[in-house]
């Protein structure tokens, strides 16, 4: 269903919020730039623990490969909270961007 309806603005997640997504069994997006420096986004299971993310990989893999040559790297967690009458399709999301 299209909609024009503004969706309502953006708000900072609570801690609780930030610990309850974290604790969820769903996949991570991670982010890496290719060697022609575009961006690759691939889902990859995740652990967050004592402040850390662990994410399972081997060293072959390309996304792996990306972060070696170039150690920039995105991480987005978001979870669907279903759909409004007006058709908006608010979820709740976690943004990481750093260096591998």
Known sequence: MATNDTPPPAR???PQEIADVLKLTIPAHLATLDPTGFPRIIPLWFLWEDGSFY?????QSRHVQDLVRDSRAGLGITVEEGQTEAGYRPFRQIM???YW
Do not use: A, F, I, T
């Not at 994410?55 to 060293?59: D, E, H, N, Y």
């Open 55 to 59: 994410l399972s990989s081997g060293p």
């Open 96 to 98: 990481v961007r750093g």
């Open 12 to 14: 900072r997640l609570s």
